[in-house]
């Protein structure tokens, strides 16, 4: 069975079954990760545009091994060194760009909407990889794939999402993906850095982090997101890491089974100390190996789509 849209925009509305093909299909990829030699001949003769707006290490980085290990041509495109410099409007820069004959595009942008925006100007499949607050669909994927990978299922879990969940993508795909498997979701942080309603889809509001701990699975820790501002809705970050850090001694406390993820970027010290980051609770860096694979998956799903 194919996925059922010809895009992934992100995980709202997004139905289970889609959801487990692109986790199984990351299954195989990731064995290929394992092999002295990393590369399938799966899209060989596609063509991806990776277009970057916004400032990105991990999943720029993943994106494009991800293609190249799928034998796709890649071209890449950031803001700093085009024409939108000169004063090109985006709709222009895409048309010039989908005139070259491409197949895929995966997108980062500040603003929330813009691949929606893309499906309406482009002929190709695009992938979100983060716009605005809104959905980052892939990196919620690979999340998802590295719980199931340390807990072997994700139905039933007690999911809790702590930290700046009002300015963060990450957030949200989680939730609308988590849900989708069954898994018992709640966010933790401040009142400040979480939106009012957002119980209305279905989540618990948490504000005590020792219970957080003690009651769930996982915790997805998120970065207080400063550039956009996070800094207004606490004190200082020192006092943000007094009652919402993870730290080993909190884990120690109330619950050793607990498994630790984190998006990346990490502010060490503010939202997981150090030592947590390193240590033996978390899968962060398996969180990255496994996100190229999630990226081969969605690649190849899409991209030998009929249509
Ligand atoms: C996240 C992002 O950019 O949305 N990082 C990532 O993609 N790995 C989270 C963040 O910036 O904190």
Redesign the pocket.
Known sequence: MPLSSRHLLGLAGVPKEDIQLILDTAVTFREVLERPIKKVPTLQGKTVVNLFFEN?T??RISFELAQKRLSADTVNFSTSTSSTKKGETFKDTVRNIEAMKIDMIVVRHQSAGVPQFLTQISNAHIINA?DGRHE?PT?ALLDMYSIKERLGKLAGLKVCIVGDVAH???ALSNIFGLKAMGADVSVCGPPTLIPKGIESIGVKVIHDIDKAIAEHDVLNV??I?LERKAGSSIPTTREYHNYFGITADRIEKNNKDVVILH???INRGVEISSEVADGPYQVILDQVTNGVAIRMAVLYLLGTMNN
């Open positions: 990105s991990r999943t983060g980052h990196q963060s993508r990450v998120l970065r997101q998006p990346g970027p």
